[in-house]
Nanobody, 126 residues
């Protein structure tokens, strides 16, 4: 059973930065998974934020976060990160990390992902 645990969420002010982490339990295979971050804002559907391929060389980001958010991974630590800068109130959401075991390149669809974390709340005040 693959488990993902997010951390690093919190309450920040507009313009602040925050780094989310996601640790995966399946360390042996983590280095082969595409990883992604999604978010769900109040009253909205879960949406794609960013994805990274198995070796960290290729990433994909949603237009709404491009140039502000950066996804990265450390396969030695079985962890994927989301560095968020210049946060805005519209970034307020629950952030989820996910693992896509069938792909070795970044993917954007929720249905491409096989395992999900429980989420971590990010709240940005104006």
């Amino acid at each position: 059973q693959v488990q993902l645990v997010e951390s690093g969420g919190g309450l920040v002010q507009a313009g602040d930065s925050l780094r989310l982490s996601c640790a995966i339990s399946d360390g042996q295979a983590f280095g082969t998974y595409t990883m992604g971050w999604f978010r769900r804002a109040p009253g909205k559907e879960r949406e794609f934020v960013a994805s990274i391929d198995w070796n960290g060389r290729t990433t994909a980001e949603a237009d709404s976060v491009k140039d502000r958010f950066t996804i990265s991974r450390d396969n030695a630590k079985n962890t994927v990160y989301l560095q968020m800068s210049n946060l805005q109130p519209e970034d307020t959401a629950i952030y989820f990390c996910a693992a896509a075991v069938r792909f070795d390149y970044p993917v954007r669809l929720r249905t491409d992902y096989d395992y999900w974390g429980q989420g971590t709340q990010v709240t940005v005040s104006s």
